[in-house]
């Protein structure tokens, strides 16, 4: 099975476009935390100056993407030094009301910074080594877009969409933007060693077989010798390359994937706690319950309530 196209399902992956820009003369902008999302940030002309909260400042020209992962607020601006009031703040002071281009300045519109922003967002509570293993931010630029055609076709596809502001062009850029989320990972291994190890373990010949074997039957009683069996290594060996590639162990693993596969569930179906609990591999809704409430900090139902 794909196992990171079931990761992506089961956390809610959604990509959303939020605004198409132009800002001229001297500006800046603070983009507040925002949970559970990953903000992007691709340069179509002009530039742009990212600071991020911990200092470090990313310069980006056209063609580049930034990602931002875990919510993290940053700062966007023309140049170093700028006063950067919110972004709600920008918003309401240009008028602006979620529809077309935000124009911020009253510069020469042909000097002026365009970029598309959007984000990706993730269920409450969504929680798996991939998100964990993302660094403060992955910068791809115009030059690793020339050796990256599948993703540099997907970004020309979204910009094109964008600036044509055809009917069913914000359906096709929330499809496509989820396309790009993967390839942007895939392309960005290389800036966090944490992030290609996670990567590295799907492709992996035990350990990829081994999250196989979980991702396509959670409710499987697994131990560590039974997997490690399965895939044809020692249980000392598999716990230990298991870990190294993932970040956690392999029974920390299954367990949390139950609970995200259990959050899943309980927003998208009409199955019972009982159900949840079953198709979940627990022996019983009080075990289940418990897990949960470790976990999430409330039971299931009332988990459940507060979702509807």
């Not at 992955?138 to 990256?148: D, G, I, Q, V, Y």
């Not at 396309?179 to 990972?185: A, K, N």
């Amino acid at each position: 099975m794909d196992v990171l196209n079931d990761i992506l399902d089961t956390l809610n992956l959604k990509g959303a476009l939020y605004f198409r820009t132009d800002f001229s003369g001297e500006w800046a902008v603070t983009v507040p935390r925002l949970e559970q999302a990953a903000r992007f940030h691709l340069v179509v002309q002009g530039h742009c100056r990212i600071q991020m909260e911990s200092g470090e400042a990313i310069d980006l020209g056209p063609g580049d993407i930034a990602l931002i992962p875990k919510g993290r607020s940053h700062i966007l601006a023309d140049d170093a030094g700028r006063d950067a009031p919110d972004l709600e703040t920008v918003l309401e002071d240009v008028g602006y009301d979620g529809e077309g281009v935000l124009v911020v300045g009253e510069g020469d519109s042909h000097a002026a910074t365009q970029m598309i922003c959007g984000h990706f967002t993730f269920r409450g509570g969504a929680d798996h080594p991939i998100l964990r293993a993302l660094p403060d931010y992955l910068l791809t630029t115009a030059s690793t877009r020339a050796r990256e055609p599948w993703l540099d076709e997907m970004l020309r596809l979204v910009t094109r969409r964008v600036f044509s502001e055809e009917l069913g062009s914000s359906a096709a850029i929330t499809r496509l933007s989820e396309i790009v989320f993967i390839e942007l990972l895939r392309v960005g291994i290389s800036q966090s060693d944490d992030l290609r190890s996670v990567i590295d373990a799907f492709r992996d010949q035990q350990v990829g077989r081994a999250l196989e074997l979980i991702h396509s039957r959670p409710a499987e009683h697994w131990t560590v010798e039974k997997l490690a069996g399965a895939v044809g290594m020692s249980r000392s060996r598999f716990a230990e390359r298991f870990s190294e590639m993932v970040g956690t162990g392999p029974m920390a693993y299954l367990s949390d994937w139950r609970l995200q596969k259990a959050l899943c569930l309980l927003d998208t179906s009409r199955f019972s706690v009982q159900q949840v609990a079953i198709q979940t591999g627990y022996q019983s809704p009080a075990a289940f319950t418990r897990a949960f409430s470790g976990k999430f900090g409330l039971p299931p139902t009332e988990y459940r309530r507060g979702a509807a």
